[in-house]
């Protein structure tokens, strides 16, 4: 605030001085009323600049514009003041598309559609050009907001229109048909793009891919991030992630009904394909063989994992762990709790339990009471499932007791 008072007492003394203004110096003053929400002090300021035969330029109106970062509603106000003002000023300085776009941007981002829309609709009533920018803010607003129908109008409306839509404009309405699940409407809207010679980047690859795994359409994905360098694309670590995270859906939902056959063959198929499984994987595969009671084959899978040198996760121990102890396995289970400072990983409270639980439940309370000391002592705190996990161990000792 200080700063723009400061540089009003220096205009002032300027202008004593009989210095004759520039249009850039009023930029320079516009902006603080501007970013500080002072409709009155910016109008007029733009009423200076015309009583000085200065005619405001395309950075007046992005200064103008500029509002819309600290307030949206006020900057609307502001282009309502000069775009109605009396006289000259609505004359001399008329918002141009780089204002409007602003402003437009703005209103998008909290959500006032309706407003952008009557911007929108006001641009093109005074004569002022829309562009490829205008059209694709208002299409991202409008999808934001759910209202699909009005944003493929729009698009269609930019078309007849002759503006030709870029990279960014097909990303935005691919990614709003990919969220909702209509991948082939997406597909049809992907084959134009190509069609009208707009090349996709990674991130319309990246929305493509994410659409087919959302409706488990994985092969496709899989075509799709193998086909990107033919494009002239380079996956990223978003693509792989995608890729990862559609894979790790699809073993899930095998393993969740039993299907352990497809699922080793869909792991193996990615191997095949040289998509190279991540951490989350990797344990969703030790996970589901286990809990398929695969137990064994899990811990076979675990060693070759071992053989690779690879770099394990406290999370996949647990789940092994677990896995397990509830085969009754638990000195195999014992073995890898104690193997685990040699593999630089410290245990959790998750896989304290993990082994509490599982000596609880082979009645062996004094190695459960220990570790629960272990544990305190190596600055893991118990939670409540451990407490209850070690009662319920200890109750069940006592009625096991008592009947006998």
Avoid at 227 to 239: D, E, I, Q
Wanted: proline share 3%; hydrophobic share 40%.
């Amino acid at each position: 605030m200080s700063r723009v008072v400061d540089g009003f007492v220096v205009f002032g003394a300027l202008l004593r001085s009989g210095f004759n203004p520039s249009v850039a110096t009023f930029n320079s003053l516009i902006k603080g009323p501007c970013m500080e929400d002072r409709i009155m002090e910016a109008t007029s300021l733009v009423k200076k600049v015309v009583a000085f035969n200065c005619r405001p330029d395309d950075v007046t109106c992005k200064k103008m514009g500029c509002v819309k970062r600290a307030n949206t509603v006020v900057a609307l106000q502001l282009h309502e003041k000069v775009v109605n003002g009396n006289g000259k000023v609505g004359d001399i300085c008329k918002p141009n598309v780089v204002w409007c776009n602003s402003i437009i941007d703005g209103l998008c981002k909290d959500g006032l559609t309706d407003k952008a829309k009557e911007l929108f609709s006001e641009m093109k009533g005074n004569g002022i050009p829309t562009n490829v920018i205008t059209f694709t803010t208002l299409i991202h607003g409008l999808c934001c907001v759910g209202d699909w129908e009005e944003a493929k109008s729009l698009f269609i409306e930019m078309l007849n229109q002759c503006v030709q839509p870029t990279t960014v404009t097909f990303s935005v309405l691919l990614d709003e048909l990919c969220k909702n699940g209509k991948i082939n409407e997406a597909n049809k809207l992907y084959k134009l793009m190509i069609k009208r010679g707009v090349q996709p980047d990674s991130h319309t690859f990246n929305i493509l891919m994410d659409g087919y795994c959302l409706v488990g359409k994985i092969n496709d994905a899989k075509k799709l991030f193998l086909s990107m360098a033919s494009k002239g694309c380079t996956p990223n670590v978003v693509s792989y992630s995608i890729l990862m995270d559609g894979y790790n859906t699809l073993l899930i939902g095998l393993f969740k009904e039993g299907k352990v056959g497809e699922a080793r063959k869909l792991f193996d198929e990615m191997q095949v394909n040289d998509v190279a499984p991540d951490t989350s994987i990797f344990t969703t595969y030790i996970d589901g063989l286990y809990k398929n009671n695969c137990v064994l084959d899990a811990l076979e899978f675990f060693h070759i994992l071992q053989n690779y040198k690879f770099q394990f996760t406290i999370e996949i121990f647990s789940c092994l762990i677990d896995g397990l102890c509830k085969s009754g396995r638990i000195e195999i289970a014992w073995e890898l709790f104690h193997s685990l400072p040699h593999k630089d990983l410290v245990s959790d409270v998750v896989t304290y339990n993990i082994m509490i639980n599982g000596f609880c439940k082979e009645r062996e309370l004094e190695t459960a009471n220990a570790l629960l000391l272990d544990m305190e002592k190596n600055g893991c705190s118990p939670d409540v499932v451990t407490f209850n996990t070690l009662i319920h161990g200890f109750t069940k000792k006592q009625r096991g007791t008592t009947s006998g």
